[in-house]
């Protein structure tokens, strides 16, 4: 889709921390971010809505954010990692990966613009526990 965010990011359009990818999904930060690691992982290939998408794609992400969370989660420090899917504001699959340390972190109305070099500390970190 050319007027899709998530697309151009995928495509290189525009610029994004990015944590990780393969032929198929993406993960980068979240430039306003809830915590600081605050991942989104999305399919490069332009897909709407999530229980919409292909069983074979919907199972390969769910995996990939599986396997990322270990990852983010060393890297934060954080005690668990939260997950989010809405698909409202930007109306491409994505699954946000939100590092949390206790209950009712897990709220929108808490996320805060994060700087560049906040975002490329944070996803250097992440990177580092990745390719451990």
């Known amino acids: 889709m050319t007027d899709c965010i998530f697309c151009k990011i995928a495509g290189g359009e525009i610029p994004s921390a990015k944590v990780w990818e393969n032929d198929e999904f993406l993960a980068f930060l979240d430039i306003s971010p809830i915590n600081p690691g605050h991942t989104l992982i999305i399919p490069k290939k332009h897909e ?3 229980f919409d998408a292909p069983d074979e794609l919907y199972s390969r992400l769910w995996k990939a954010a599986k396997d990322l969370a270990g990852p983010i989660r060393r890297a934060t420090g954080a005690k668990k990692i939260g997950v989010i899917v809405e698909g409202f504001l930007v109306a491409h699959v994505h699954v946000h990966l939100i590092p949390l340390n206790s209950g009712g972190e ?6 805060k613009k994060a700087t560049t070099e906040e975002l490329s500390t944070t996803a250097e970190k992440i990177k580092s526990e990745i390719n451990k």
Do not use: I, N, T
């Open 48 to 50: 709407d809505y999530l």
């Open 106 to 111: 897990l709220d929108p109305c808490r996320a």
